[in-house]
Nanobody
Framework: VQLQASGGGLVQAGGSLRLSCAAS????????MGWYRQAPGKQRELVAR???????DYADSVKGRFTISRDNAKNTVYLQMNSLKPEDTAVYYC??????????????WGQGTQVTVSS
């Protein structure tokens, strides 16, 4: 199973970016998909996640600014980030809990995409 993230970049404070992450490979089903981020010198933290049923969970710091969505048919998760702040600067990682075609379940991670917000 591979997760390919895209959409990061450099944006001014107050701007927007949209991250995408597509899962591929020997996928039987995907339970949850989400995004984490890691800023320099800090621990990786949850940004947002969503389950197959559509429930969502957000970090307090991004509530009202970020929106996670998912296209189950494409095994893709999106993160719409609005009103970006310099403190949102980090490497963003997508993750998915996947049941493979051999019925093994595990957590998979994408390669990370850099988001830089200038003040």
């Amino acid at each position: 199973v591979q997760l390919q993230a895209s959409g990061g970049g450099l944006v001014q404070a107050g701007g927007s970016l949209r991250l995408s992450c597509a899962a591929s490979g020997s996928i039987f089903s995907i339970n949850s998909m989400g995004w984490y981020r890691q800023a320099p010198g800090k621990q990786r933290e949850l940004v947002a996640r969503t389950t197959t049923g559509g429930s969502t969970d957000y970090a307090d710091s991004v509530k009202g600014r970020f929106t996670i969505s998912r296209d189950n048919a494409k095994n893709t998760v999106y993160l719409q980030m609005n009103s970006l702040k310099p403190e949102d600067t980090a490497v963003y990682y997508c993750t998915a809990r996947v049941a493979t075609t051999t019925r093994l379940t595990g957590n998979y991670w994408g390669q990370g995409t850099q988001v830089t917000v200038s003040s």
